[in-house]
């Protein structure tokens, strides 16, 4: 537990801030349970200057402080895990909470690449829930990003995907549920995608070679259930909103999904017999009730 508050350091001419675990070089955690609190400004879970290696464990992240500001070019934000270098997380599970409402309250940030092959991670954050400097690489695990008042995902680079199951929040207009820099360098290869914000800023490439489906216009009420069926009315993809927006903007990806098939989006209705629930996503199960949104055929990778 940590409540100091950020300085600047003469030394280093740099802003200097608290954080639960810290080191100079890289860190490991493969094993156990951490917990890890702070609440000053600038405070951070745990920080590293070269990389953090996440294999095992479980680890509960919790920051509540705002933004440091010791000049307009010198602050130190809140971070829930904050790495100079790369962040893997191949195994476990990180929870993270990091609720300061100031610019760069950010739940996951790599200065480098983040790379996600396993293990569970929850973030809730007041800015971008996950940021990465130059790419983020997911090819398995489940990633639960939701951000109360910007992007869900953020990749300042490239974001590629061949499995798992990423699920990414963002708030109102502009803000989307992923934001990729460089949308010719977004490409969803395998596993399964929702997106959700105000408007969707990036959308695959049609390089990628699995399809994804943008849905925009919806009105989404937290709670409700909106889902993709096949012509059998069997669900694809089935998702409960997590938070209400007025012309909210989606993105959906699934190997379930092929191209030239005929799709309906609907809502409002209950799944039952769901072999799996996490973070709002459903596993398999069947579908009754509520009303069709739109129908579509999924004419090319990405099918507007």
Known sequence: ITSG?????SSEADTSSAAGLKADGSIYIEAGELSLISS?????????????????????????GTQYKYSSSLTSSPKGVKADGNINISGGKLTVSVTGRSEGSEGIESKATLTI?????????????V??????????????????????IDANGTLTMSGGLVIGVGSTAPESGVDIDRSNSFRIN???????????????????T????????????????????????NILLAFDFPRSINGASMLFSSPN??????????????VSDYTDYWQGWYADGSWSGGSTLTTFTASSIVTS
């Open 131 to 152: 940021n990465a400097s130059t790419a983020i690489d997911i090819t398995g695990g489940r990633l639960y990003a939701y951000a109360s008042n910007n992007d869900g």
């Open 210 to 233: 699995q399809c994804s489906v943008v849905y925009g216009g919806i009105t989404a009420a937290q709670g409700k259930t909106i889902a993709v069926l096949d012509s059998d009315s």
């Open 190 to 208: 395998g596993g399964t995608m929702i997106a959700m914000g105000g408007s969707l800023q990036s959308t695959p490439s049609t390089s990628s």
């Open 40 to 64: 000053g400004t600038g405070g951070k879970g745990i920080s590293a200057d070269t990389d953090i290696n996440i294999l095992g464990g479980d680890i509960k992240v919790v920051t509540s």
């Open 257 to 270: 999904i092929t191209k030239g098939s005929s799709y309906s989006v609907v809502t409002g209705g209950t």
């Open 117 to 129: 092959s396993g293990g569970e991670t929850i973030i809730e954050s007041y800015d971008d829930a």
């Open 5 to 9: 508050n950020g300085t600047y350091d």
